[in-house]
T-cell receptor, first 115, second 114 residues
Framework: NAGVTQTPKFRVLKTGQSMTLLCAQDMNHEYMYWYRQDPGMGLRLIHYSVGEGTTAKGEVPDGYNVSRLKKQNFLLGLESAAPSQTSVYFC??????????????FGAGTRLSVL | KNQVEQSPQSLIILEGKNCTLQCNYTVSPFSNLRWYKQDTGRGPVSLTIMTFSENTKSNGRYTATLDADTKQSSLHITASQLSDSASYICVVSDGSSNTGKLIFGQGTTLQVKP
Protein backbone atom coordinates (compact mmCIF):
# COMPACT_ATOMS: atom_id res chain seq x y z
CA ASN A 1 0.00 0.00 0.00
CA ALA A 2 1.48 3.32 -1.10
CA GLY A 3 -0.71 5.54 1.11
CA VAL A 4 0.30 9.18 0.60
CA THR A 5 3.16 9.85 -1.81
CA GLN A 6 4.91 13.19 -2.18
CA THR A 7 7.22 14.23 -5.00
CA PRO A 8 9.87 15.48 -5.07
CA LYS A 9 11.55 14.56 -1.78
CA PHE A 10 14.14 17.36 -1.97
CA ARG A 11 14.40 20.56 -3.98
CA VAL A 12 16.60 23.64 -4.02
CA LEU A 13 15.24 26.77 -5.66
CA LYS A 14 16.56 30.23 -6.32
CA THR A 15 14.51 33.22 -5.18
CA GLY A 16 11.82 33.98 -7.74
CA GLN A 17 11.67 30.51 -9.28
CA SER A 18 8.46 28.55 -9.37
CA MET A 19 7.70 24.92 -8.65
CA THR A 20 4.88 22.47 -7.99
CA LEU A 21 4.77 19.86 -5.26
CA LEU A 22 2.67 16.81 -6.01
CA CYS A 23 0.73 14.77 -3.49
CA ALA A 24 -1.01 11.54 -4.44
CA GLN A 25 -3.14 9.27 -2.24
CA ASP A 26 -4.54 5.85 -3.10
CA MET A 27 -7.02 5.51 -0.21
CA ASN A 28 -9.98 7.24 -1.89
CA HIS A 29 -9.92 9.97 0.76
CA GLU A 30 -12.06 13.06 0.38
CA TYR A 31 -9.97 15.44 2.48
CA MET A 32 -6.41 16.46 1.63
CA TYR A 33 -4.11 18.97 3.30
CA TRP A 34 -0.82 20.78 2.81
CA TYR A 35 1.24 21.71 5.88
CA ARG A 36 4.61 23.26 6.45
CA GLN A 37 6.88 22.39 9.36
CA ASP A 38 9.50 24.82 10.58
CA PRO A 39 12.01 24.36 13.44
CA GLY A 40 10.51 25.13 16.84
CA MET A 41 6.99 25.44 15.47
CA GLY A 42 4.06 23.10 15.14
CA LEU A 43 2.78 22.08 11.72
CA ARG A 44 0.84 24.89 10.09
CA LEU A 45 -1.93 24.38 7.56
CA ILE A 46 -1.36 26.07 4.19
CA HIS A 47 -4.38 24.95 2.16
CA TYR A 48 -6.80 22.09 2.26
CA SER A 49 -9.46 20.42 0.13
CA VAL A 50 -12.70 18.72 1.18
CA GLY A 51 -13.23 17.02 -2.18
CA GLU A 52 -12.38 16.97 -5.86
CA GLY A 53 -12.54 20.44 -7.38
CA THR A 54 -12.56 22.24 -4.01
CA THR A 55 -9.83 24.11 -2.17
CA ALA A 56 -9.74 26.38 0.88
CA LYS A 57 -7.20 28.55 2.65
CA GLY A 58 -5.57 27.45 5.85
CA GLU A 59 -3.53 29.32 8.41
CA VAL A 60 -0.60 30.44 6.18
CA PRO A 61 -1.80 30.53 2.53
CA ASP A 62 0.11 33.58 1.25
CA GLY A 63 2.56 32.80 -1.54
CA TYR A 64 1.01 29.39 -2.31
CA ASN A 65 -1.69 28.12 -4.65
CA VAL A 66 -3.31 24.69 -4.84
CA SER A 67 -5.43 22.61 -7.16
CA ARG A 68 -7.44 19.41 -6.76
CA LEU A 69 -8.47 18.45 -10.29
CA LYS A 70 -8.53 14.74 -9.46
CA LYS A 71 -9.65 13.21 -6.18
CA GLN A 72 -6.36 11.39 -5.65
CA ASN A 73 -4.06 14.37 -6.34
CA PHE A 74 -3.46 17.63 -4.51
CA LEU A 75 -0.91 20.04 -5.97
CA LEU A 76 0.87 22.84 -4.13
CA GLY A 77 2.39 25.62 -6.22
CA LEU A 78 4.92 28.29 -5.41
CA GLU A 79 4.72 30.97 -8.10
CA SER A 80 7.70 33.06 -6.98
CA ALA A 81 9.71 31.34 -4.27
CA ALA A 82 11.08 33.36 -1.34
CA PRO A 83 13.67 32.36 1.30
CA SER A 84 10.86 32.46 3.90
CA GLN A 85 9.35 29.46 2.13
CA THR A 86 12.32 27.29 3.03
CA SER A 87 10.65 24.53 5.01
CA VAL A 88 9.57 20.91 5.09
CA TYR A 89 6.21 20.43 3.40
CA PHE A 90 3.86 17.62 4.34
CA CYS A 91 0.79 16.44 2.54
CA UNK A 92 -1.91 14.53 4.42
CA UNK A 93 -5.25 12.96 3.66
CA UNK A 94 -8.24 11.72 5.64
CA UNK A 95 -11.42 9.85 4.77
CA UNK A 96 -13.54 12.71 6.08
CA UNK A 97 -13.34 15.66 8.43
CA UNK A 98 -10.97 15.63 11.40
CA UNK A 99 -13.85 17.12 13.37
CA UNK A 100 -14.75 13.46 13.70
CA UNK A 101 -12.24 10.76 14.64
CA UNK A 102 -10.90 10.37 11.13
CA UNK A 103 -7.22 9.49 11.00
CA UNK A 104 -4.89 11.69 9.02
CA UNK A 105 -2.27 9.92 6.93
CA PHE A 106 0.87 11.86 6.09
CA GLY A 107 3.38 11.66 3.30
CA ALA A 108 7.13 11.52 3.93
CA GLY A 109 7.62 15.23 3.24
CA THR A 110 9.37 17.48 0.74
CA ARG A 111 12.41 19.38 1.94
CA LEU A 112 12.59 22.71 0.12
CA SER A 113 15.40 25.23 0.30
CA VAL A 114 15.06 28.65 -1.33
CA LEU A 115 18.35 30.47 -1.78
CA LYS B 1 -6.06 32.32 21.21
CA ASN B 2 -6.22 28.58 20.59
CA GLN B 3 -2.94 27.02 21.63
CA VAL B 4 -1.39 23.63 22.36
CA GLU B 5 1.64 23.52 24.61
CA GLN B 6 3.79 20.48 25.28
CA SER B 7 6.34 19.67 27.92
CA PRO B 8 9.09 18.85 28.25
CA GLN B 9 10.59 20.13 25.01
CA SER B 10 13.02 17.21 25.00
CA LEU B 11 13.65 14.13 27.09
CA ILE B 12 16.35 11.48 27.33
CA ILE B 13 15.63 8.14 28.98
CA LEU B 14 17.26 4.73 29.18
CA GLU B 15 15.88 1.79 27.26
CA GLY B 16 13.31 -0.12 29.27
CA LYS B 17 12.25 2.87 31.38
CA ASN B 18 8.83 4.49 31.33
CA CYS B 19 8.12 8.14 30.57
CA THR B 20 5.20 10.57 30.43
CA LEU B 21 4.78 13.49 28.06
CA GLN B 22 2.43 16.37 28.85
CA CYS B 23 0.07 18.46 26.74
CA ASN B 24 -1.99 21.49 27.81
CA TYR B 25 -4.44 23.14 25.45
CA THR B 26 -6.66 26.20 25.38
CA VAL B 27 -8.68 25.20 22.30
CA SER B 28 -12.38 25.90 22.53
CA PRO B 29 -14.70 24.47 21.51
CA PHE B 30 -12.99 21.12 21.67
CA SER B 31 -13.65 18.26 19.28
CA ASN B 32 -10.91 15.68 19.79
CA LEU B 33 -7.28 15.31 20.84
CA ARG B 34 -4.66 13.33 18.97
CA TRP B 35 -1.14 12.15 19.60
CA TYR B 36 1.20 11.65 16.67
CA LYS B 37 4.66 10.07 16.49
CA GLN B 38 7.10 11.56 14.03
CA ASP B 39 10.35 9.75 13.28
CA THR B 40 13.25 11.85 12.03
CA GLY B 41 12.83 12.59 8.34
CA ARG B 42 9.35 11.06 8.16
CA GLY B 43 5.77 12.27 8.31
CA PRO B 44 3.70 12.10 11.51
CA VAL B 45 1.84 8.87 12.28
CA SER B 46 -1.35 8.81 14.34
CA LEU B 47 -1.10 7.01 17.71
CA THR B 48 -4.41 7.80 19.44
CA ILE B 49 -7.52 9.94 19.00
CA MET B 50 -9.79 10.81 21.95
CA THR B 51 -13.02 12.75 22.27
CA PHE B 52 -14.04 14.59 25.43
CA SER B 53 -15.89 11.51 26.72
CA GLU B 54 -12.81 9.28 26.56
CA ASN B 55 -10.40 9.39 29.50
CA THR B 56 -7.89 6.82 28.32
CA LYS B 57 -6.85 5.29 25.00
CA SER B 58 -4.11 2.73 24.49
CA ASN B 59 -2.10 1.67 21.47
CA GLY B 60 0.34 -1.04 22.47
CA ARG B 61 2.89 0.44 24.88
CA TYR B 62 1.43 3.92 24.37
CA THR B 63 -1.36 5.12 26.67
CA ALA B 64 -2.94 8.54 26.30
CA THR B 65 -5.09 10.18 28.96
CA LEU B 66 -7.39 13.15 28.67
CA ASP B 67 -8.85 15.45 31.30
CA ALA B 68 -11.26 17.69 29.42
CA ASP B 69 -12.06 19.69 32.56
CA THR B 70 -8.46 20.83 33.11
CA LYS B 71 -7.67 20.69 29.37
CA GLN B 72 -4.70 18.43 29.88
CA SER B 73 -3.51 15.26 28.20
CA SER B 74 -0.58 12.96 28.74
CA LEU B 75 1.11 10.25 26.73
CA HIS B 76 2.69 7.45 28.76
CA ILE B 77 5.23 5.16 27.14
CA THR B 78 5.87 1.88 28.92
CA ALA B 79 9.07 -0.15 28.72
CA SER B 80 10.67 2.16 26.18
CA GLN B 81 12.54 0.81 23.17
CA LEU B 82 15.18 2.40 20.96
CA SER B 83 12.56 2.67 18.22
CA ASP B 84 10.53 5.02 20.45
CA SER B 85 13.11 7.74 19.76
CA ALA B 86 11.05 10.31 17.89
CA SER B 87 9.11 13.54 18.23
CA TYR B 88 5.66 13.19 19.83
CA ILE B 89 3.12 15.77 18.80
CA CYS B 90 -0.12 16.65 20.59
CA VAL B 91 -2.86 17.91 18.28
CA VAL B 92 -6.28 19.31 19.17
CA SER B 93 -9.21 19.55 16.78
CA ASP B 94 -11.06 22.85 16.99
CA GLY B 95 -14.78 22.10 17.07
CA SER B 96 -15.90 25.50 15.80
CA SER B 97 -16.41 24.22 12.25
CA ASN B 98 -17.33 20.90 10.71
CA THR B 99 -14.03 20.77 8.85
CA GLY B 100 -12.28 20.48 12.21
CA LYS B 101 -9.21 22.69 12.16
CA LEU B 102 -6.22 20.97 13.80
CA ILE B 103 -3.93 22.88 16.13
CA PHE B 104 -0.49 21.31 16.52
CA GLY B 105 1.83 21.49 19.48
CA GLN B 106 5.55 21.97 18.97
CA GLY B 107 6.31 18.41 19.98
CA THR B 108 8.45 16.65 22.58
CA THR B 109 11.63 15.08 21.28
CA LEU B 110 12.30 11.77 23.00
CA GLN B 111 15.65 10.04 22.84
CA VAL B 112 15.92 6.49 24.17
CA LYS B 113 19.46 5.41 24.93
CA PRO B 114 20.71 1.82 25.31
Amino acid sequence: NAGVTQTPKFRVLKTGQSMTLLCAQDMNHEYMYWYRQDPGMGLRLIHYSVGEGTTAKGEVPDGYNVSRLKKQNFLLGLESAAPSQTSVYFCASSYSSVYAKNIQYFGAGTRLSVL
Amino acid sequence: KNQVEQSPQSLIILEGKNCTLQCNYTVSPFSNLRWYKQDTGRGPVSLTIMTFSENTKSNGRYTATLDADTKQSSLHITASQLSDSASYICVVSDGSSNTGKLIFGQGTTLQVKP
